[in-house]
């Protein structure tokens, strides 16, 4: 049973230059799987302005899309679609590598329904689980929970400043208070505002029992 991530670029053909956003959004996936390194397939890209990641765990998968949402750059935004099922290769003339199974029918659904919240009453809403009904029960009854969760916390992400989101991520990675002001070119004061709000603290606390990280 694999727990497998689908995330697209919204509104990537607005981009100016569609070549700078790829490499924005693959050096933000880079620090991510640094940040967080459990991913089973690292983040990679495949069509259009897709990416796809697999991971073995729900929390590992939550962690990381958090992460991702923090590390991208100012006005890119992705919708994260994760699905939980059996993933099976298929056999391919053409390509090294082809997935297909229940574990990316459920991503692709996912991602989905975080496209309708988002475009609906719920801007900001930009993720989604949904657990394939091949899973066992016990993988099933989280998906309520975890969206309950998702519908929060990506909320509590979109109200943040684009600043204050890279501020929260290079300092959850281990960069000291003084780095993350010089790396911003703001005062060591507001990084310290920006990471000690407290649904930010929040946020990284959840993360860390998600991660199995001691607090």
């Known amino acids: 049973m694999a727990v497998t991530i689908i995330s697209d670029v919204v509104s990537s053909r607005e981009a100016p230059d569609r070549d700078v956003l790829q490499r924005e959004i693959e050096s933000a996936a880079l620090a991510v799987e640094k940040a967080h390194p459990r991913a089973v397939q690292p983040w990679w890209p495949t069509a ?34 994760i699905g939980v099922g059996d993933i099976t290769p298929v056999a ?5 590598a ?12 996912a991602v989905q329904r ?9 801007p900001g809403g930009r993720s989604w689980l949904t657990v394939h009904e ?16 998702l519908l929060l916390r990506d909320q509590v992400v979109a109200d943040m400043s ?9 300092s959850w990675r281990g960069l000291q208070q003084k780095e993350v002001a010089e790396k911003e070119a703001i005062t060591q004061s507001a990084v310290s505002q ?7 603290r929040a946020l990284r606390l959840g993360a860390r029992d998600l991660g199995g990280e001691k607090a």
């Open 48 to 81: 259009g302005d897709e990416f796809q990641a697999v991971y073995d765990t729900i929390e590992d998968a939550l962690v990381a899309t958090l992460y991702l949402q923090l590390a991208l750059p100012e006005g890119v935004v992705c919708r994260f679609g």
């Open 92 to 96: 391919s003339m053409l390509a090294e």
């Open 98 to 109: 082809i997935q297909d199974g229940p574990g990316w029918w459920a991503a692709r659904d």
């Open 114 to 122: 975080a496209e309708e919240r988002d475009r609906g009453r719920l």
């Open 134 to 149: 091949s899973a066992p029960a016990e993988l099933r009854a989280q998906e309520g929970i975890v969206n309950a969760y």
């Open 162 to 170: 684009p600043r204050a989101r890279r501020a929260v991520f290079e």
């Open 194 to 200: 920006a990471i000690n709000k407290p649904l930010v």
